[in-house]
């Protein structure tokens, strides 16, 4: 019996019921079913840290998790922690630093970062790095990408909320 | 490449996941983090029926101090290895050795018990499990036991787990104040597998060192306490003529094979490049 199953899920703060092979990863989950694309599959191994979404509050590889592990967890995409603004000020440092290219790694590259600035408010540049091992970026290198995380806490530490980057509407 | 199909379970207790591997005839796996095992599934290079989530038995979590021992329910993860204050201060190797693990969203989901079923002869926790002399806590359908780290690791990536048993928890012996940890390893990448890997805990009083323990990962098919370098530390002075005697010892103690990557006599070297570092940093520190 491997038919699909109802799996229920809070994805960036709505609860949704949905059938789904139990063979399903999330990372198709949310890309084929939901339409979440911004949540990227690359290595579909665990190496490249593209595909990662908070799980229960931690990052984890939607490439790693199956849909139906994560039933009755919290989902939270790229997309929703854009649009609540909880990374406002990492994508504008990303923006203002050059630290992507092609983007294909951005989506995991902020949600390592966000993962890291929820534990430890002022990571080092070592700690940075440290947790940027799991994130492959094909174009940028990592210098400028570190800067941006770095320059983030700083901005955070000083007292500025992520929420007064957010971008002006058109 | 995507997984066969199979049919998910996710039971409650130890006995419903027992019952369900008994029910699905050896043609199920359990599933704790997944970390390894969804790759594995992914290439195919396993394809069973059914899929038992173990990862929401209450009774195969918890961390607590019992008379002397730390028990680890088999689903603490990587991460809580490395934050928890009960692991840092009881069993302090497996909280050195967690950051060399993987990469943190990985170490978010991967659990010791997954880790020390896997028996991956490259990976860190199987390897400290058998310095710390930890017991493993194992239910099958006779009942539980518990397999002592030395008994329990057999041969490449098999160990004393019978296919449907369940390793239940790991009960390790505290740590003392007076024990001093270390843990490295030499990889070519943060996060990548070790070429090889070293955590050592020794007991030390006035000077001497009253124990020594030491555990060696990626060399060979499994992981390797190195007795010899033991008992050359055991009763003496952890000075720098008696941390090269335990590098020379190292000889004794290992036995690897050449391979693709790196032939045997540049493993060993390796080794012994890693246990004087570690000594070193001990003898340093007290
Ligand atoms: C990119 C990448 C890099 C990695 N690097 C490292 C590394 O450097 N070092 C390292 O040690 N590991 C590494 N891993 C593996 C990772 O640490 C896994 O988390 C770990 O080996 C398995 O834990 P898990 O809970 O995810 O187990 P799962 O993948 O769920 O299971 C692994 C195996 O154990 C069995 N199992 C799980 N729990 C139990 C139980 N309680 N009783 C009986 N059987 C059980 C399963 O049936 C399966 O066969 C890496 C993984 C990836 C994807
Ligand atoms: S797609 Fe998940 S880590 Fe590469
Ligand atoms: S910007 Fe292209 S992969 Fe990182």
Same mark, same amino acid.
């Given at each position: 019996m491997t038919a699909a199953v109802p799996v229920t899920l809070t994805i960036n703060g709505e609860t949704l019921t949905r059938l789904a092979e139990p063979r399903e990863t999330l990372a198709d989950f949310l890309r084929r079913?939901?339409?979440?694309?911004?949540t990227h599959a690359g290595c579909?191994? /665990?190496?490249?840290?593209?595909c990662l979404v908070m799980l229960d509050g931690v990052p984890v590889h939607a490439c790693l998790t199956f849909a139906v592990q994560a039933g009755g967890g919290a989902v939270e995409t790229v997309e929703g922690l854009s649009e609540s603004a909880v990374i406002a000020d990492l994508q504008r440092a990303f923006h203002e630093r050059n630290a992507?290219?092609? /983007?294909?790694?951005t989506p995991g590259m902020l949600v390592t970062a966000h993962g890291l600035l929820v534990r430890k408010a002022t990571p080092s540049r070592e700690e940075i790095r440290d947790a940027l091992s799991g994130n492959y970026c094909?174009?940028?290198?990592?210098e400028a990408i570190v800067d941006a995380i770095e320059a983030v806490a700083r901005r955070r530490a000083a007292g500025e909320t992520a929420a007064a980057f957010l971008e002006e509407p058109a | 490449m995507k997984a066969r199909a199979f049919s998910y379970f996710r039971p409650a207790t130890i006995a419903e996941a027992l019952a369900a591997f008994a029910e699905a005839a050896g043609d199920a796996s359990y599933i704790a983090g997944g970390q390894s095992l969804v790759p594995a599934l992914a290439l195919r290079l396993q394809a069973p029926e059914r899929l038992i989530d173990? +990862?929401?038995?209450? *009774?195969l979590r918890g961390i607590s101090l019992q008379d002397g021992s730390l028990r680890l329910g088999a689903l603490t993860r990587h991460v809580e290895a490395h934050d928890d204050p009960l692991i840092a201060r009881y069993a302090p190797l497996l909280a050195l050795a967690a950051p060399h693990v993987a990469h943190p969203a990985i170490r978010n989901r991967g659990t010791l018990g997954g880790s020390v079923a896997l +028996?991956?002869? +490259?990976? *860190?926790f199987p390897a400290m499990m058998l310095a710390m002399d930890a017991e493993m806590e194992i239910a099958g359908p006779e009942g539980a036991r518990r397999v002592p780290a030395a008994a329990f690791f057999q041969d490449l990536y098999q160990t +004393?787990? *019978?296919?449907? *048993?369940l390793l239940v928890a790991f009960h390790i012996p505290a740590a003392h104040p007076q024990h001093r940890c270390a843990f490295d390893e030499l990889a070519r990448?943060?996060?990548?597998? #070790?070429?090889v890997g070293c955590g050592a805990m020794l007991g030390l009083e006035g000077g001497l060192v009253e124990e020594a323990r030491i555990a060696l990962l990626s060399v060979g098919p499994v992981p390797v306490r190195a007795r010899t370098a033991e008992t050359v530390l #055991?009763?003496?002075?952890?000075?720098a003529e008696t941390i090269r005697r335990a590098q020379a010892a190292l000889a004794d103690d290992l036995d690897p094979q050449d391979d693709e990557q790196v032939p045997a006599a540049m493993r060993l070297h390796l080794a012994r490049v890693l246990l004087g570092r570690l000594l070193g940093r001990i003898a340093e520190a007290s």
């Open positions: 079913d939901l339409g979440l694309t911004g579909e191994m /665990g190496v490249c840290g593209a992507l290219q092609c /983007g294909f790694c094909r174009c940028t290198g990592y | 173990i +990862a929401h038995i209450p *009774e +028996a991956d002869p +490259a990976s *860190e +004393a787990i *019978e296919p449907g *048993e990448r943060r996060g990548d597998y #070790a070429i #055991a009763g003496g002075v952890l000075d």
